[in-house]
C-alpha cells in the first residue's frame, strides 16, 4: 500500500482538510482506490466526553470504535517503562497500518493509496509522538510507498502586496527537524504564487518548483481538486509513489460542472439552526455541509441563521430582550427549523420552543438525536397536556419521563457509555415520507451516538395522540425515527444522518428537508421511485444538471466570497 501523510503549518482558511479530502479525490478520479485517516492528536480515550467548543463536532464512523492504547493493561508490555518511544509510537503505527488495510468501497483487498491527515501544527508539543511515529513510519514503508504534502500559509501583506515566504520556509525547517521531508508544498494564499515567491520557498525548502502548488482563494472549496489537477499536483505525488504509469488522467467533469453550479446558485433558502453550540461552526460541521450537499441539489443558495437556544428563552427576554428579539425574528423568518444533537440541559428550553414553533407554524423540521428527543417532549407538553414531561438526562427524578437513560448503559461513568457506530433502522410503514426518501426501503443504516431515548412504554400514547414513530430497531423498542403525518416536514431522528452525506449525493433527510423548505418535497416524494443509482431523485434535481438550467439565464458568476463568513454566529452563506 501506498501513503499520503498531510500535515500542515500554521494556516487559515482552507487548510488540512481541505487539502487532504481533495487529494483523495484527485487520485480516485485517477483510478485509483482511496482510504483516508484522521488523526487528531489529543490524549482522550472517550470522545464522548469532549466538549464541541474544544475540538468542534465528533464524527462518527459505521464502527463507532475508538483509539485507546490499552496493551499495558493486558500486561503485554510485562512490566517494562512504558515510554512514547518506541511503545505508543509504535502503537501509532500499527494503528495505522491497519485501519488503512480495511477496505472502505465494498471491494475485496486494500486500497491503493491511503491518505493521512495529521491535526495540529507543527511545532505543537502534542503532535511530536504522531510525528514521531510517522517518521519512523516512513521509514518502515520504504522510498517509494511514502509521499509528505506540507500545508503551509504564505500570507500577503496588504501595505505591499508581496506574499511572504519565511512562516513556511520555518515550518519546513521544523518538520525537517522531527525527521520528516515534505516532497510537496501546498501554500495557502489569497493569490496563486508568483515567481519569486515559488522561486525562494523552493531555493529554501529544497523543494522543486514543480512540486510546489498554491491552494489560493476560490469561489468554493469544490473547485480545490480541479486547482490541484491544472498545477498538476497528481502527478507530482503519483512520481513519489511510483504510480505514474499506472493512473490515468484525473476524469473530474462531474465534479466540475457541480462546482461551476454551485457558483451560480442565487435563489436563497434560510434555514434557522437552533443549537447550544452556535459560538463555534464547527460543532455542527458536517450538518453545515449535509445542507449545503441538500442545497445545490435542490439549485438553492444556503443561508444558515445561527440561533443559540438560550436566546428563544423567557429568560433572555429579561436580561437581553435585543438577543431574545433577534433569536425570535431570525426563527420566524426561516424557511425551516433544524435542532442538532447536543448533551446537558443548558437551551434545552429554548429547543423546546423552536420545534413548538415549527410543529405549530407548519415550518418544515429536522430534528437529530437531542433534536427529536426535544420534539417528543414538546409533543407530550403541548398536545398530551403532561406539562412536566421531560428527560432524565435534564431532571433524573422526572416524574413524567418521555425520554429515558438507556437500560445497558452505566449511569455511574459517563465514558463509553454511548451507543456507537452504525445500527439498522427498520420502517414500520412505507407510506411515511421517510420511508420515501430512502427509496422505500425496508430497513436503512445510519451512524448513532446517543445515551439517552425514547421511553417505550409512552410509545402507544403518544401515537394515539397523532405522533408516529415511523423507524424503529430490530427490537422494535428503541424509536429511531419520528414524524408528523398530517405536517409539511416534521421528522425527528435518533441517529445522525449528516455523517454519510457527500457532495452528489446528499442525505435523504436532508434532501427532504430543503425540498420542504423550498416548496418541492411533493415533487420529490412522488418521484421517489425514480430513485438513481447516486441516491438523489430526478424530480429535485442535481447539481450537475443544474448548470444546463442556469446557463440558459444570462446570470453573472459571483465575485469570490469565502464559504464561511463570522460574525454573532449568524453568517454562513453558501
Not at 501523510?5 to 478520479?29: E, P, Q, R, Y
Not at 412536566?388 to 437500560?407: G, L, Q, Y
Request: aromatic share 8%; glycine share 10%.
Amino acid at each position: 500500500m501506498k501513503y499520503v501523510l498531510v500535515t500542515g503549518g500554521v494556516v487559515s482558511g482552507l487548510g488540512k482538510g481541505v487539502t487532504a479530502s481533495s487529494i483523495g479525490l484527485l487520485l480516485k478520479a485517477c483510478g485509483l482506490r482511496v482510504t483516508a485517516i484522521k488523526i487528531d492528536p489529543y490524549l482522550n480515550t472517550d470522545a464522548g466526553t469532549m466538549s464541541p467548543f474544544e475540538h468542534g463536532e465528533v464524527f462518527v464512523l459505521d464502527d463507532g470504535g475508538e483509539f485507546v492504547i490499552d496493551k499495558e493493561r493486558k500486561g503485554d508490555y510485562l512490566g517494562k517503562t512504558v515510554q512514547v518511544v518506541p511503545h505508543i509510537t509504535d502503537a501509532i503505527q500499527e494503528w495505522i497500518e491497519r485501519v488503512a488495510h480495511i477496505p472502505v468501497d465494498g471491494k475485496t483487498g486494500p486500497a491503493d493509496v491511503c491518505v493521512i491527515e495529521l491535526g495540529g501544527t507543527i511545532g505543537d508539543i502534542e503532535s511530536m509522538p504522531f510525528i514521531q511515529a510517522l517518521g519512523q513510519f516512513s521509514y518502515r514503508v520504504g522510498a517509494g510507498n511514502f509521499c509528505l504534502v506540507h500545508v503551509s500559509l504564505v500570507p500577503v501583506l496588504n501595505v505591499v502586496g508581496e506574499q511572504k515566504t519565511k512562516p513556511t520556509q520555518h515550518s519546513v525547517r521544523g518538520l525537517r527537524g522531527q525527521g520528516l521531508t515534505p516532497h510537496i508544498l501546498a501554500c495557502r494564499s489569497t493569490t496563486a504564487l508568483d515567481e519569486n515567491a515559488k522561486g525562494k520557498l523552493s531555493q529554501f525548502c529544497l523543494i522543486q518548483e514543480e512540486n510546489i502548488v498554491t491552494l489560493y482563494d476560490v469561489p468554493n472549496i469544490w473547485h480545490i481538486p480541479m486547482l490541484l489537477r491544472d498545477q498538476k499536483a497528481h502527478e507530482a505525488i503519483l512520481k513519489v509513489l511510483n504510480l505514474y504509469d499506472v493512473a490515468q488522467e484525473p476524469s473530474l467533469e462531474e465534479w466540475t460542472r457541480r462546482a461551476e453550479a454551485c457558483d451560480l446558485l442565487h435563489e436563497p433558502v434560510h434555514i434557522a439552526l437552533v443549537g447550544k453550540y452556535t459560538g463555534l461552526s464547527d460543532a455542527y460541521l458536517s450538518i453545515l455541509k449535509a445542507l449545503v450537499h441538500a442545497s445545490v441539489d435542490c439549485r438553492k443558495k444556503l443561508f444558515v441563521d445561527w440561533i443559540s437556544a438560550t436566546n428563544l428563552e423567557d429568560a433572555t427576554a429579561k436580561e437581553n430582550p435585543d438577543a431574545y428579539k433577534t433569536a425570535w425574528k431570525l426563527l420566524k423568518g426561516a424557511d425551516g427549523v433544524l435542532v442538532p444533537g447536543g448533551f446537558g440541559d443548558r437551551g434545552v428550553q429554548g429547543k423546546i420552543l423552536a420545534a413548538k414553533y415549527a410543529r405549530e407554524n407548519r415550518i418544515p423540521y429536522l430534528g437529530i438525536c437531542l433534536g427529536m428527543q426535544i420534539a417528543v417532549i414538546e409533543f407530550a407538553r403541548s398536545v398530551l397536556g403532561v406539562h412536566d414531561a421531560n428527560s432524565t438526562e435534564f431532571d433524573p427524578n422526572a416524574k413524567n419521563p418521555v425520554i429515558i437513560f438507556m437500560p445497558e448503559g452505566s449511569k455511574t461513568h459517563m465514558g463509553g457509555t454511548m451507543r456507537l457506530g452504525s445500527r439498522r433502522t427498520f420502517f414500520q410503514t412505507k407510506e411515511c415520507k421517510s420511508a420515501k426518501l430512502y427509496g422505500c426501503k425496508g430497513f436503512i443504516e445510519e451512524r448513532h451516538r446517543h445515551r439517552y431515548e425514547v421511553n417505550p412504554d409512552l410509545v402507544a400514547c403518544l401515537e394515539n395522540a397523532g405522533l408516529s414513530f415511523t423507524g424503529k430497531d430490530e427490537t422494535g423498542k428503541r424509536m429511531e425515527i419520528v414524524e408528523l403525518p398530517n405536517h409539511p416536514y416534521f421528522i425527528g431522528v435518533q441517529f445522525h444522518p449528516e455523517f454519510k452525506s457527500r457532495p452528489g449525493k446528499p442525505s435523504p433527510l436532508f434532501l427532504g428537508f430543503i425540498a420542504a423548505a423550498c416548496g418541492k418535497l411533493d415533487n420529490l416524494l412522488q418521484h421517489s421511485s425514480n430513485v438513481e443509482s447516486n441516491g438523489l431523485s430526478k424530480a429535485v434535481g442535481t447539481g450537475v444538471s443544474a448548470v444546463k438550467t442556469h446557463n440558459k439565464k444570462t446570470a453573472m458568476k459571483p465575485a469570490y466570497r469565502p464559504e464561511y463568513v463570522y460574525g454573532s454566529c449568524n453568517g454562513y452563506h453558501y
